[in-house]
């Protein structure tokens, strides 16, 4: 139960084991006091909520308490394991731990799970957390991918702030359909008629279609890349913890496309300014190419795919896909070309309904 503290109207609270001030007079919204009493940042909140001019949240950075979620999550961001991702993932998985961190414990509930000790962060801490993006499965599987991340970090021998791992024990969400659409040959052909041979955006289109490869890695294709007659390359994704590094023939297709193209001098795709794309802006800028060929639900993630499918179509094994797009697993693979193995499996079983039953069966 909170109790008096020796100050007027201020309350100390450590319902669930996190200290914590707060000034509470009737008649006026609770305050919560940063820092401990007696330091200057507590006294000048302390008088302006005793003035009617405090703030009902203390300003400037919070002050995270030791062995808190907040806490862990803020070491984790100081460790080599959070420096090594990629810039943007590790913008993407701070957005989502401090999403986390503004979650209320319980409904209407002032607390926050920030502030839930370590003692109390348990598998059922983390399936609340999950449950409450159960209508958009993929960030629902985002948080329990984050939280992986950080207390697999936290349970590593040289660290031990966690005993164990309660992520883990929470499932991801299944996935339910495929993910990106992935265009057909009558969408392709259709942004073909729209984006003719010599424009920039056919030489993007190519250069996804017939390299198999991401967004990210197009960008920085560039005449460097280019070595007898092949793109030799590392990709974009994972380059810092698990770089792989591909030589892919470049298709005559391609290399006529590439030919007939204005291109930049360190990368073939440029902007406006003759600068080289950045992944996003690449990937906005085809968004408005795929619109103005009235292919408004495709995207540049669905080349990928497509070439996956026509490979898979033209009978090259998983392991033949894999070669080009990258993947260590076929699990991706399959995802991609499930479709395309249904049709000629059924192709073939198909031909098997031959006319020589029936002729016998005439004689």
């Known amino acids: 139960m909170p109790k008096k503290f020796a100050k007027k109207y201020i ?16 008649g006026q919204k609770k305050v919560r006091l940063p820092g401990v009493p007696g330091s200057d940042e507590f006294n000048e909140a302390y008088y302006k909520a005793l003035n009617g001019t405090g703030d009902a949240e203390p300003r400037g950075p919070k002050l995270s308490t030791k062995n808190t979620f907040r806490w862990l999550c803020e070491q984790y961001f100081q460790s080599a394991e959070y420096k090594r991702l990629d810039q943007r993932t590790r913008h993407v998985r701070k957005l989502i731990i401090e999403h986390m961190w503004a979650e209320p414990l319980k409904k209407d509930s002032e607390r926050l799970y920030e502030d839930m000790p370590l003692s109390a962060f348990t598998a059922k801490a ?14 629902a599987n985002s948080r329990i991918k984050a939280l992986r991340a950080v207390l697999s970090w936290a349970c590593k021998p040289d660290v031990e702030l966690m005993p164990n791992n309660p992520a883990r024990d929470v499932a991801y969400f299944p996935q339910h359909g495929d993910g990106f659409h992935s265009w057909t040959e009558e969408e392709i052909a259709a942004f073909e008629a729209a984006h003719p041979i010599g424009t920039k955006a056919r030489l993007a289109l190519a250069l996804m279609l017939y390299t198999g490869q991401r967004r990210s890695d197009i960008v920085q294709f560039g005449r460097q890349h280019i070595s007898n007659g092949s793109l030799k390359f590392t990709q974009f994704k994972g380059r810092n913890r698990k770089p ?9 297709k391609l290399q006529r496309i590439i030919d007939a193209s204005p291109v930049g001098d360190l990368t073939f795709l440029v902007t406006a300014f003759n ?31 497509a070439a996956s499918v026509r490979l898979a179509e033209r009978g090259a094994t998983e392991k033949q896909i894999m070669s080009v797009t990258g993947h260590t697993t076929s699990k991706e ?22 006319d020589d039953q029936e002729e016998e069966e005439r004689d």
């Open 11 to 26: 309350v100390e609270d450590t319902t669930d084991g996190v200290l914590r001030f707060y000034f509470r007079r009737r």
């Open 126 to 139: 983390v399936r609340v957390l999950r449950d409450r993006k159960a209508e958009t499965p993929e960030a």
């Open 333 to 354: 693979v399959t995802r991609y070309t499930k479709a395309a193995n249904q049709r000629l499996l059924a192709e073939s079983a198909i031909n098997l309904l031959d």
């Open 275 to 305: 600068k080289g794309f950045t992944s996003a802006g690449f990937g906005n800028w085809f968004r408005d190419q795929c619109d103005a060929a009235g292919l408004p639900h495709c995207s540049a993630h669905g080349l990928r795919k």
């Open 244 to 252: 792989i590094t591909l030589e892919i023939p470049i298709h005559p």
